[in-house]
């Protein structure tokens, strides 16, 4: 891979490689999954989530090899063993059941997933008897015998077989040129003892991406992709591709999701809403009817009939209530905004409770940190925050109050008293807005 | 399609399915456009702006009991029908215009337009009276002879049927065992009948989709905006694809479409432009040799020569004037931008009418908001809006008139003087700027 | 191509057409490169950073015509002449390399690069005699022999031809009924005076893209892209396709280029970075570990573990040191950035120097414009910026100063003390931080 990422820890959609397979095997009925890998790999944070057992493979010394660390396990198992390639992300569950369910009918002692059409030109090969149904060998790329042009039919590194005889074959597996040890040659011996191999060929040749490289990596997340948006797509939500949605995303019927929108993590979106173009969720959760234009929104909640963006930022902890309109170039982190409040424009909203039907005018900070600690702002319902307002938290902003423009509020503002200046003095006392305050500096760019 | 709208009125590249099929009907020289619809449909308020008339369907009970509501119709008509599936918006107006042709010469009583590649599996299959051009029936998916071995030829679902003897034989249309009526059946009543049924075969498989799932509407934009940039670049316009470019768009040649621009609606580019990437125009006019970066236009017109962006939202009713210079960051609504005017960052323009020449420092806000209503800013020619200027409008900024950086500008400013603080008062009269007012808070970020 | 740009000069993934060319041609070990082009394309300022020379073609009257302008050049050389028409820009050197080596083990008076899958309908057909190896002619789209059926070999439009007898043969091109003279004609001359003509085929379609339209150019970009983006996926950079990164670019292994994301020009990407989702760089050099997030950086440079985004702009000149952070909403122009500054949200720092581990608080202005001259602003180490503050340059904030939110400062401030309002004055000294002077309206958004 070129890369100092663990192979199979390379993220495709939302999860590692290894989880994709973990997964599909799981899914298919695995009663329990083992992960042989290298102690690189098992020393990974990431490999904590998953829900199999690892056994270390010390020295790399090829599949055969792998499988022989488990030779204990393999022992006190009495079943079918599902043995599947770890860079493989892109079998189907489905297909793991059916490979299973053919083996079990067929009666063979192995089982090979293979398909016919190749997605790498260096994939094993499945060699016949005379055309007869009985597998004799898996020839790797290199192999004096390996002919494209007489075998077609290609491995895709997964193999069901009978546990009763495997610990037996897999000793009998010989050493390499290149001193390893690879499963494939258990086909040739179980041929040797009269053990039957068949195939399971799987139909859709996306399925059989085996990555080795970071190219074949970006193969497989565009099919991987695009099995995740034909999902969505199929249960009523409309997708304007490219669009980048995880594999832990939910999305409810009748929204539209636009082109180039990312959907990240535990992301879930409610019915009726339009995301994008060009946005950027992260495990966030989004209720009915929002709109989210050219913005990123991260960590945060939204109720119903909110709209975002173009351009705007709402960060971590955030949580946005009902009717909300925030417009363009507003940055709202850790703070609660209250129902159809309006952010218009240009505002920067940190560490902040907003109440409901709150104006905040073009303009506004909370200025919330004072280089040592971060402090919190409250904006009680109906204030009016005129346009560049600076509020110097801990502050806050009485029930329908006014803030002039341009104003540095340093103290707490009176209900329905109005502020301006710099810094900010009560000027007045009003209860509701009206049109000649004006020209006291009250205004706000809407 | 799982969704609330209904499956014609999905929109593909800025129409609905039911309007592509319905203009590309009457570009092939339909004389009278009528549509079978269920009522659900015929009372969207869409359906109004379609140029056709329509017909109820009260019950959804197939395609031959769409036809007989248009039994009266049928008949006070002598010449040929065109029938065509509303769910079959890439057949273009050059193919049907083949179909009609084909059927004026050939004679026969009904031509079917085929395809020998299925865009689905469950295609409606041609069978034939051993390998005649004579075709015998339609086979549904699911009928007992529906065999793709045996034929591989489709039907798309648009026919061309002679008027004289249609009447009698849609009236033959036998019910199905799920009580439905199906057109396709009429195929093997004029068979039985002695009629000839001759096919015309398209060749480019796009054509045949039939939209039957969110899915295959994401394979119908895909084919469809396809065509539409393809006739762009044959027309002199550069894209960088992909691009998302709607069907009522026109753009000159000699401009550039960089990736992941959207045009939407009724947006029109001159010469010479370079918009996009990532920008976003909604019913725009753009003029000659413009560059709009990462922005989002809507509903403006810019003239000749003017800059945008990035990450700048130029909002409905804007006129931008030659020569303009809009930056980063800026939000202009409702407003009139001068000739030569610089906007260079972060500033709220509304309901705003800016002279030539004028300069427009960083963080200026119109305050044209007192919470009741909005009020317009005049700012006269070759003023100079210092950096984070507050306009509490209604307001008017004389010509060559300065404001300090900061400043909030609470009543008119007369032509060349300059005002600072806050409320703003003035200072002195210049009539030119010299370097050394800078020091009385005069400048402007740019 | 309906473009007012001559045809090779259009550009593809940061080159021109032409160059792909005259690059790939030099790649394959060409001693020296002759260009024959219209005095339009000769004239233009691109051509001069082309390394070759230039015959002028004063007339278009053909490929052979262009030939005989280099009939001299030709006469005085020995050995082989690669002959190669300039809108095929998709040819690998190592193509190139494969027909010169097989021409020259063959012996053959002309070897022709051919391929079995045409990329146009219109493309030049190979001739042979009798199923032999003997090419006998090149038929021309509308040739009366023309006849796809019966040969499926395609002219890609690259010959490598013997110097001896190459001016006597051009001499003998026939002017075709439109007045031209055609390359392809040699063929046939060839044949009969009994000199072998031999191909070479490719076996990638992609290479043998011919451009005439911009439809065509636009299919080019793709393969190109393609090309390019996998170089990098094999080299240890993960790439979440599309991106579109030019041929110019570098970009260390282990780093991620996200969806949408530009790389243009003299870019040069370190080690670690995560860049994009739709960032765009151009003539940018990052460092390692660096983050840029839906951002635009233009002819600047990053040192190491630099986050920048979403939403900022970083504009010519500008130069970011270590472990500064960059949040959304900021503008950074011709400005060098000390070691572990934050810059978190909505400001303009144009023509600054900013020390280490400053804070420049949310809506910070440097006003560097007096309307006449650009202005410098130095902010010293641990200088704390309030929100909204605007610096009028030419200015100097000392060390470890504090700036009010809201002031405007107009002259210098001194290392270690603080200054408020509008404009700013002196309030006390301090040589630390504290939390009470947060009342003094000097808190900074974070």
Redesign the interface.
């Known amino acids: ?5 663990p192979k199979l820890l ?1 993220k495709i959609c939302g999860k590692s490689m290894l989880s994709w397979v973990v997964d599909s095997v799981s899914n298919a009925g695995a009663e329990k999954v083992l992960i042989v890998a290298s102690p690189q790999l098992s020393a990974s944070d990431e490999i904590y989530q998953i829900p199999a057992s690892f056994i270390a493979q010390d020295v790399p010394l090829g599949t055969g090899h792998a499988l022989l660390q488990a030779r204990g396990e393999i022992e006190s198992f009495n079943g079918n063993w599902l043995i599947v390639n770890g860079d493989t992300p892109a079998i189907r569950p489905e297909s793991f059941s059916s490979l299973i369910q053919q083996h079990e009918s067929s009666g063979a002692f192995i089982t090979v997933m293979t398909s016919h059409d190749p997605f790498n030109g260096n994939m094993g090969l499945i060699s016949r008897k005379n055309d007869t149904h009985y597998i004799t060998a898996i020839l790797e790329y290199g192999d004096k015998d390996y002919d494209v042009d007489v075998s077609s039919e290609f491995n895709v590194g997964a193999y069901c077989i009978r546990s009763e005889l495997l610990p037996a074959v897999i000793d009998k597996i010989p050493e390499s040129s290149t001193n390893e040890f690879y499963i494939t040659r258990l086909v040739e011996i179980a041929y040797a003892e009269g053990l039957l191999v068949d195939s399971y060929t799987i139909e859709d040749p996306d399925e059989s991406i085996g990555v080795n ?3 074949d ?2 193969r497989a ?2 099919v991987l992709q695009n099995r995740i ?2 999902y969505w ?10 669009c ?1 949605i995880e594999i832990g995303v939910h999305i409810d ?2 929204s539209v999701i636009y ?2 929108t ?1 959907l990240q993590g535990d992301t879930r979106i409610g019915t009726g809403c339009k995301i994008g ?2 946005s ?1 969720l992260i495990d966030s959760s989004i209720g009915t009817d929002c709109n989210i ?2 913005s ?1 929104v991260e960590g945060s909640t939204t109720e119903n009939g909110v709209n975002i963006g ?2 705007s ?1 709402v960060r971590h902890g955030s949580h946005i209530e009902s009717g909300v309109k925030i ?3 507003a ?1 709202i982190k850790n703070s609660n905004i209250g129902k159809e409040a309006l952010v218009g ?2 505002s ?1 909203l ?1 560490d902040c409770f907003v109440g409901n039907k709150v ?1 905040i ?3 506004t ?11 919190q702002t409250i904006i009680e319902d109906g204030a ?1 925050i ?3 307002t ?1 509020l ?2 801990p502050i806050r902003v009485g029930s329908n109050a ?1 803030t ?3 104003s ?1 509020v ?2 707490d503002v009176k209900a329905g008293t109005t502020v301006v ?3 900010a003095r009560q000027i007045n006392k009003k209860t509701s ?3 000649d ?10």
């Not at 797509?233 to 490219?242: A, F, K, Q, R, S």
Request: aromatic share 10%.
């Open positions: 891979m070129k890369s100092s990422v390379h490289t970071l190219h990596l970006s997340r565009l948006n034909t797509l199929l249960h009523g939500v409309d997708i304007i591709e490219p980048y019927k009748d082109q180039n990312s173009p060009n950027r234009f050219e990123v173009p351009f930022h417009g363009n170039f940055e424009h240009f920067y940190g104006n005018g073009a303009g900070i909370t200025c919330n940190f004072d280089g040592k600690e971060k402090h009016f005129g346009s560049d600076k110097i938290a006014i002039g423009a341009g540095v340093t103290k200046g710099m810094p807005l009206s049109s305050y004006g020209k006291e500096g009250t205004d706000s760019g809407c």
